[in-house]
C-alpha cells in the first residue's frame, strides 16, 4: 500500500512543549541541588540546576548556553533523551515521592528559545589545524563543533545527503523531525564547519589532515538468514523508518515487526500512526529480556501493538510470518533485530582510549555507536567531545 | 463547639471575626451582599470621602517562583462614587444584614466641619463603627490626607479628637506602617480617644521595573509612582507591628497578608479580635472564607478553645526583647540520613552561607553512559550523598532546616549541658 500522508499530522509530539509560564512553574519546582545527581546522570554532565534556573529568571538565552556549553545538540537530545534512566531517573524528587522535574520539557523551552532567536555559538580565531569527521551523526557532529569552538577547521563527510545521522534518518517522528535535527547541522555550518555530503569515505579517499574523527556509527542491519527474508514485503527497520521520515512511507496492511530493541518499538509505532490495521512484534525471547526501555514498551501498548513472545520466526512467505507452528497472515515483514558493529573497522582501531577517543593509530580517534556498540544520541555527543578534547591534547603535544 | 461570634470593643457584634478591608473588595452594596451571603462576619466599606479620580492601571504584583501575587501593590485612591451612593447602599446592606458588621472607612479634609459631617452621615446610613483611613499611603496623602495624618501623632490625636465629639458607634484609627515606629501614632489615636486600632495599611513600594521600557509597574502612560503593597509577602510586618501596638491596651482589628485561617489564628494569639481581609478576596473572591470559619474552628476545636478570646493574645508574652533570651539555651543541626533526598542544599547553604559545620563527599567522577539493560545488566539506583552535621561547630542558626525540602528531615535537637538559663541582661548586669 503507499500513501500520501503528512508526518507532522500523523506524527504530533509525544510531549507536547511547555507554555511560558508553565515551563516557569516547572523551573520553579527544581529544588536546584548542589552538585546534583541529574547533571551526573547525564553523559554529556549539562548543568541542568544551572539551565532550569536560568528559564525561571527569564534568562533563556543564558539558559541556552548552559546546555549547549555541555552538548551541542541540546536540541535533538531535549527530544530523544530516554530521560527516565537518565537526569529525569536521578532526580531527587523520586524519593521524595514526588514527580521528577520535567528536565527534558524545560530543555526543549531553553532550545527552542535559543533556535527562534538567531542561534549562534562562537567560536575562537583559527588555529590552522584541519580535521576531517567521518560520518555526519550525532558523534561526529559534536566533534566537529568542539573543534569549532577551539579554532580548528573541520570537514565533515558522510555518504548520505543530508547530515545527522540517525537524529535525521531514525529517531521516530513523534520524538524528532528531520527539520529540527537539521537546525543544529545549520548551527554548524554557521560555526564554520564544512560539510562534504554524498562521499562513501573508504581508505582510499584523498586529503590532507591532522587528525581524523570516526563518527560512522554502525553497520548494516542484521539479516534474519530465514527462508524467504528477502522477498519484496520485507523491509528492514532503519530503511522503513528512513523511508516515511524522508516522505516516502510504505506500510503495509498487517505488519510484523521482529525484535523487540527500542528500533523494533520505533518500528512499530511508526507502522500503527502510518495506518497499519495490525502490527505484531515477534521477539525469540520474553517479556523480561526484551532491550527496549520500560517507556518505550508501555508507549507501544498504547499504540495497540500486539506482541509474541518466546516466538521464533522460522520462514516468511508473501503473505504470512511461519513461527514454528503458529503463523501471523501479514503483507509486511520489518526484521529490527539489530545494527551489526563494523568489526573489520574496529579491528583496525584497536584499543581506543574512552576518555579521548584516540584510537592505536594517534591520528584516528573515534566515538559514538560505531566504538560504543549503540547507545543514545547523548552517548555519542559525549563521545565526540570528549575526542574532540582529546584530539586537541594531542595536536598540542605534537607541534 | 467552637464559636466564632465576634464582639468588637464591646460593641460591634458580628458572627465571626472575618471581614472585608476596605478596598475594591467592599466598593459596593453588591459585593458586600455576596460576601456575608459567602459567609463574611463584616465589611469595612472602601473608604468614603469626596469622590476621586482614578489611574489605569492601577495594580501590580510581585511573584514568587512562579506563584502569582505573593505582594499586591496599588495605586488607587479612596471610593471613586459619590456619598449618597455609598450610604444609600451601606443603608441598604445594613436593613437585609442586620447581624453582619458595616464599619464605615473615612477620609476627608482635615478640618472638623469636614469631619463632623460625614461622621454623623454614615451613622444615619446605619453603621456599626468607623475606622479613619489615616493610612492610605499614596495620592491622598499628597493631598494632607490618609498617612500624611497617620505619620504625624498630633494630627491623629486631633482628627481622632474631632470624630469622637460627635461619634456614637467605636472609632477605630487605621494605622500607616510607613513610619519609623508605629506605637507613638497608635498611643496619640488613643489620647484622642479611639476605641480600637486597625493595622496596618499598605506598605509603600515600587514593585518592579519593565526591563524593556524601563518604566516601573502600574504602568500609567510611561510613568508610575509609589503604591501601597500588601498580601501574602507582607504578613510578618504586619504581626511586628499588632505586637508593637499591643501595649496601647486598644482592641485591634489586624490586616496585612492573611489568606487563611491559620494567618488569621496567629494574628488572635498576637491578641486581634477581628481579622481583615484585602488582597486574598481580591484573588481568589468571597468564597475563601468558608475554609477560614471551618479551619479556624476545627484548630480551636482540637485545641480545646471554645471562643476567639480563649486564645486571644496568648503568643504576647512570648514575644520578648533580645536581651532577655537565654544565651545557655543550645540546640544542633540532625539530619535523618532515612529521609535525606540527596540534594545537599543544606550544605552549601552551611558552607557559603552559615557556618560551615555540614560535609558532604562528593561521587568520584565517572564516564557516564545511558545504561542500556542488554550491555550494562539492570540500571542501578542513583547514588546519594547524605551530608553529615559537625555538631561540635554547629551553631544552632536553624539555615539548614530551614532551606531542606524535606519535612522533618533536619530538626533541630536540643543539647542538654546542664547550664542554667542566662539572659544577656543578666550577664552584663
Ligand atoms: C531506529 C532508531 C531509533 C533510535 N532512537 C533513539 C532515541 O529515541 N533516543 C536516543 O537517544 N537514541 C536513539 N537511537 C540511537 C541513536 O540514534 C544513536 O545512538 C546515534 O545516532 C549515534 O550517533 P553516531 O553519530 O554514532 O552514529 P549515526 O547516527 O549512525 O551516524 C553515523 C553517520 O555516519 C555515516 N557514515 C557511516 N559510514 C560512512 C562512510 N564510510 N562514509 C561516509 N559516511 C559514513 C552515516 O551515513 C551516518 O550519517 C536510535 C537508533 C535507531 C536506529
Ligand atoms: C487595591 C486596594 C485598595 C485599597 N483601598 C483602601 C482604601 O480605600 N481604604 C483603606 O483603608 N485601605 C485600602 N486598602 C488597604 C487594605 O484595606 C489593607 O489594609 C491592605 O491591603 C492590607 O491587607 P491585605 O494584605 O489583606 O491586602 C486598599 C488595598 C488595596 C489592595
Same mark, same amino acid.
Given at each position: 500500500m503507499n500513501v500520501?500522508?503528512?508526518?507532522?499530522? /500523523?506524527?504530533?509530539? /509525544?510531549?507536547?512543549?511547555? &507554555?511560558?509560564?508553565a515551563a516557569v512553574v516547572e523551573a520553579s519546582r527544581c529544588l536546584f541541588c548542589y552538585d546534583a545527581p541529574c547533571t551526573q546522570a547525564c553523559p554529556t554532565h549539562i548543568d541542568v540546576p544551572k539551565f532550569i534556573k536560568k528559564i525561571a529568571s527569564g534568562n533563556l538565552r543564558g539558559s541556552a548556553n548552559t546546555i549547549l556549553d555541555a552538548n551541542i545538540l541540546g536540541l535533538s537530545c531535549s527530544r530523544v533523551c530516554p530521560v527516565d534512566v537518565l537526569c529525569e531517573g536521578s532526580c531527587v524528587m523520586h524519593r521524595y515521592n514526588k514527580q521528577p522535574i520535567e528536565i527534558g520539557l524545560l530543555q526543549r523551552h531553553a532550545m527552542d528559545w535559543f533556535y527562534s532567536h538567531e542561534p549562534a555559538i562562537a567560536t575562537a580565531p583559527d588555529n590552522g589545524k584541519h580535521v576531517a569527521c567521518i560520518g555526519g551523526g550525532p558523534a561526529s557532529l559534536a566533534c566537529a563543533a568542539e573543534l569549532r569552538r577551539h579554532g580548528f577547521a573541520v570537514t565533515v563527510f558522510d555518504r548520505n545527503p543530508l547530515a545527522g545521522g540517525l537524529n535525521t534518518y531514525g529517531i521516530a517522528q513523534y520524538k524528532l523531525r528531520p527539520p529540527d535535527s537539521l537546525k543544529e547541522v545549520e548551527l554548524l555550518r554557521n560555526?564554520?564547519?564544512?560539510?562534504?555530503?554524498?562521499?562513501e569515505v573508504t581508505d582510499q579517499t584523498e586529503g590532507e589532515f591532522d587528525a581524523f574523527f570516526l563518527g560512522v556509527g554502525l553497520g548494516p542491519m542484521h539479516r534474519l538468514n530465514v527462508p524467504g527474508d528477502d522477498l519484496p514485503g520485507v523491509v528492514d527497520a532503519l530503511t522503513f523508518i528512513a523511508d516515511y521520515k524522508t516522505g516516502t512511507p510504505k506500510v503495509g496492511r498487517r505488519v510484523v515487526v521482529i525484535g523487540a530493541g527500542n528500533t523494533a518499538i520505533d518500528s512499530a509505532i511508526a &507502522?500503527?500512526? /502510518?495506518? &497499519?490495521?495490525q502490527v505484531h512484534i515477534v521477539y525469540r525471547r520474553g517479556e523480561s529480556d526484551m532491550s527496549a526501555f520500560a517507556s518505550e514498551y508501555e508507549h507501544a501498548k498504547l499504540e495497540g501493538v500486539e506482541f509474541h513472545w518466546q516466538t521464533s520466526v522460522t520462514r516468511i512467505t508473501p503473505d504470512a510470518v511461519i513461527c514454528g507452528t503458529?503463523?501471523?497472515?501479514?503483507?509486511?515483514?520489518?526484521?529490527?533485530?539489530g545494527q551489526s558493529p563494523l568489526t573489520k573497522l574496529l579491528a583496525v582501531c584497536g584499543e581506543v582510549n574512552r576518555e579521548t577517543g584516540q584510537t592505536k593509530h594517534p591520528k584516528y580517534f573515534a566515538g559514538g555507536d560505531f566504538l560504543n556498540g549503540g547507545r543514545e544520541v547523548v552517548d555519542a555527543v559525549a563521545d565526540g567531545k570528549r575526542a574532540a578534547l582529546g584530539i586537541k591534547k594531542w595536536l598540542t603535544t605534537q607541534s | 463547639m467552637a464559636d466564632l461570634t465576634t464582639l468588637f470593643a464591646n460593641k460591634i457584634r458580628c458572627p465571626n471575626p472575618f471581614w472585608l478591608a476596605s478596598g475594591p473588595p467592599a466598593n459596593c452594596a453588591d459585593q458586600v451582599i455576596r460576601a456575608f451571603d459567602a459567609g463574611w462576619g463584616g465589611a469595612v466599606w472602601k473608604t468614603l470621602g469626596v469622590p476621586i479620580t482614578n489611574v489605569s492601571s492601577r495594580y501590580s504584583s510581585v511573584d514568587l517562583n512562579g506563584q502569582r501575587m505573593m505582594g499586591l501593590n496599588n495605586i488607587e485612591l479612596i471610593t471613586d462614587r459619590t456619598l449618597e451612593v455609598n450610604l444609600r447602599e451601606i443603608e441598604e446592606v445594613k436593613k437585609r444584614y442586620p447581624d453582619n458588621a458595616v464599619i464605615a472607612s473615612l477620609m476627608v479634609d482635615s478640618t472638623r466641619e469636614a469631619w463632623h459631617e460625614i461622621v454623623e452621615r454614615s451613622e444615619g446610613a446605619g453603621a456599626d463603627g468607623l475606622e479613619l483611613n489615616f493610612g492610605c499611603p499614596h495620592g491622598m496623602s499628597e493631598r494632607g490626607m490618609g498617612s500624611a495624618v497617620g505619620q504625624v501623632p498630633q494630627y491623629c490625636s486631633m482628627i481622632t479628637e474631632w470624630v469622637k465629639e460627635v461619634a456614637k458607634t467605636p472609632v477605630l484609627v487605621k494605622l500607616t506602617p510607613n513610619i519609623t515606629d508605629i506605637r507613638p501614632v497608635a498611643h496619640a489615636a488613643k489620647q484622642g480617644g479611639a476605641?480600637? /486600632?486597625?493595622?496596618?495599611?499598605?506598605?509603600?513600594s515600587i514593585t518592579g521595573i519593565d526591563l524593556d521600557t524601563f518604566v516601573p509597574r502600574p504602568n500609567v502612560d510611561g510613568k508610575s509612582a509609589h503604591g501601597g503593597y500588601c498580601g501574602p509577602a507582607v504578613k510578618p510586618i504586619a504581626l511586628h507591628m499588632i505586637q508593637q501596638i499591643a501595649e496601647v491596651g486598644l482592641p485591634v482589628s489586624g490586616i496585612g497578608g492573611v489568606s487563611n485561617w491559620r494567618d488569621a489564628a496567629e494574628f488572635i494569639l498576637l491578641g486581634c479580635?477581628?481579622?481583615q481581609l484585602c488582597t486574598a478576596p481580591m484573588h481568589w473572591g468571597f468564597r475563601i472564607v468558608e475554609d477560614m470559619i471551618d479551619g479556624l474552628k476545627n484548630?480551636?476545636?482540637?485545641?480545646?478553645f471554645r471562643t476567639i478570646d480563649d486564645f486571644r493574645g496568648l503568643s504576647l508574652p512570648n514575644v520578648k526583647e533580645w536581651k532577655n533570651l537565654n544565651l545557655n539555651y543550645k540546640i544542633i543541626a540532625k539530619i535523618h540520613p532515612e529521609k535525606c533526598i540527596g540534594c545537599d542544599l543544606c550544605y552549601i547553604a552551611c558552607e557559603d552561607g552559615a557556618h560551615q559545620c555540614i560535609h558532604v563527599d562528593p561521587l568520584p567522577p565517572r564516564l557516564t553512559v545511558t545504561p542500556i539493560p542488554k550491555l550494562d545488566g539492570p540500571i542501578p539506583a542513583t547514588p546519594i550523598k547524605i551530608p553529615r552535621v559537625d555538631e561540635e561547630e554547629c551553631v544552632g542558626c536553624n539555615l539548614c532546616a530551614l532551606v531542606c525540602p524535606v519535612e522533618n528531615c533536619i530538626t533541630m535537637e536540643r543539647v542538654d549541658h546542664g547550664i542554667p538559663s542566662e539572659s544577656w541582661e543578666q550577664r552584663s548586669a
Open positions: 500520501t500522508i503528512n508526518t507532522d499530522e /500523523l506524527f504530533p509530539d /509525544l510531549h507536547p512543549a511547555l &507554555a511560558p509560564q560555526m564554520g564547519v564544512e560539510f562534504r555530503f554524498g562521499v &507502522a500503527r500512526k /502510518l495506518g &497499519a490495521e503458529f503463523k501471523i497472515p501479514c503483507d509486511m515483514v520489518v526484521p529490527a533485530i | 476605641d480600637g /486600632l486597625s493595622a496596618i495599611n499598605t506598605i509603600n479580635q477581628s481579622i484548630w480551636m476545636d482540637e485545641k480545646g
